[in-house]
T-cell receptor, first 115, second 114 residues
Framework: GIQVEQSPPDLILQEGANSTLRCNFSDSVNNLQWFHQNPWGQLINLFYIPSGTKQNGRLSATTVATERYSLLYISSSQTTDSGVYFCAAHPPPLNSGGSNYKLTFGKGTLLTVNP | ETGVTQTPRHLVMGMTNKKSLKCEQHLGHNAMYWYKQSAKKPLELMFVYSLEERVENNSVPSRFSPECPNSSHLFLHLHTLQPEDSALYLC?????????????FGPGTRLTVT
């Protein structure tokens, strides 16, 4: 199946700093999502971005599908941005015409933003 | 609020107990999922239901038994669990199961097996 690798595994920032998180995937994708997991375990959808660039406030994401990577940018970081950021990829349906239901997650980037 | 709710939020059970986790989605989606998140491991897909039919069982032990009575509800029945089954169990839903739409997650049930 598809492999998803995230870097860096850990990141510590001062409030106000900018950061870039990277996600590499091993195959073509039908779906690429970025999530933020808060300290209580809730996964919050950040972006659905199988290709192209999107922005939402201080966050933006870019996926270059042909080169099999996605980037998440966080600008002017705040303490509330702390948590784990996951990238997850879903390959296209199988060539045989069958379905492939698996959204594969990376191991995440643990972000700590200090005041 | 993601439109996906889970109960209970926390559960402690002994290895001989039987319990059930419940998930409900209010998004009108047709696919629902169970994931397991253990400490220091990526999220692992357990089961997928599409239009109330189980379409994926990701080599999950039989002590975990899913049930999808309709497209809005998903259960995970637990029996004779092991301490290594302690984890965060997350439910998700999407419009379909083909990966063309976002998955939305519930808040999870944190399970401790004693």
């Amino acid at each position: 199946g598809i492999q998803v690798e995230q870097s860096p595994p850990d990141l510590i920032l001062q409030e106000g700093a900018n950061s870039t998180l990277r996600c590499n995937f091993s195959d073509s994708v039908n779906n690429l999502q970025w999530f933020h997991q808060n300290p209580w375990g809730q996964l919050i959808n950040l972006f659905y971005i199988p290709s192209g660039t999107k922005q939402n406030g201080r966050l933006s994401a870019t996926t270059v599908a042909t080169e099999r990577y996605s980037l998440l940018y966080i600008s002017s970081s705040q303490t509330t941005d702390s948590g784990v950021y996951f990238c997850a990829a879903h390959p296209p349906p199988l060539n045989s015409g069958g379905s492939n239901y698996k959204l594969t997650f990376g191991k995440g980037t643990l972000l700590t933003v200090n005041p | 609020e993601t439109g996906v709710t889970q109960t209970p939020r926390h559960l402690v059970m002994g290895m001989t107990n039987k319990k059930s986790l419940k998930c409900e989605q209010h998004l009108g989606h047709n696919a629902m999922y169970w994931y397991k998140q253990s400490a220091k491991k990526p999220l692992e897909l357990m089961f997928v239901y599409s239009l109330e039919e189980r379409v994926e069982n990701n080599s999950v032990p039989s002590r975990f038994s899913p049930e999808c009575p309709n497209s809005s509800h998903l259960f995970l029945h637990l029996h004779t669990l092991q301490p290594e089954d302690s984890a965060l169990y997350l439910c998700a839903s999407s419009q379909d199961g083909q990966g063309r739409n976002e998955q939305y997650f519930g808040p999870g049930t944190r399970l401790t097996v004693t």
